[in-house]
């Protein structure tokens, strides 16, 4: 991420790589970002992208994520999708291979390099809004 706000790194096995953003250890009902901005690496081109979340669903509360773009060009901030709501049953209450979802954020997001995606998660109870990953996948036209 280029830009993390009240987020902190949690090592969990069952993350890509290893780890996750969270709130573990903080507060109740916390919320915070990260920031991605796009362009950085050599395969994120202009082109239309479908956007994925990778988060893990736990059973000890409702977290929540929203995504956002702020267009380079303009400079306009609008939410992307809907909001992605953790509250599937999927029989735990801890971050591991049972609870970890792929979220579709949304389909079709056109991207050009110096646009700002931003993921904000919201705690919730002892859900604590840990987010693994963002992936851009190209929608080949």
């Known amino acids: 991420a280029d830009t993390i706000v009240n987020y902190r790194t949690e090592n969990i096995a069952a993350a890509s790589g290893g780890q996750v953003l969270s709130f573990l250890g903080g507060g109740n009902n916390e919320t915070g970002s990260a920031s991605f ?15 994925k979340l990778g988060a893990f669903d736990e059973n000890d509360g409702i977290a929540s994520f929203k995504v956002s ?3 380079f060009e303009t400079g306009s901030t609008t939410q992307i999708g809907s909001d992605l709501i953790l509250n599937q049953n999927k029989g735990s209450n801890i971050a591991n291979t049972q609870t970890k979802v792929e979220l579709t954020v949304a389909a079709g997001i ?3 390099p110096g646009d700002i995606l931003t993921v904000s998660g919201f705690e919730n ?3 604590h809004a840990r987010f693994d990953y963002l992936q851009l996948n190209p929608v080949v036209v």
């Open 69 to 71: 773009l702020k267009d």
């Open 110 to 112: 056109a991207l050009t």
């Open 125 to 127: 109870s002892l859900e």
């Open 37 to 51: 901005v796009f362009g950085n690496s050599a395969d994120e081109v202009t082109g239309t992208y479908d956007i």
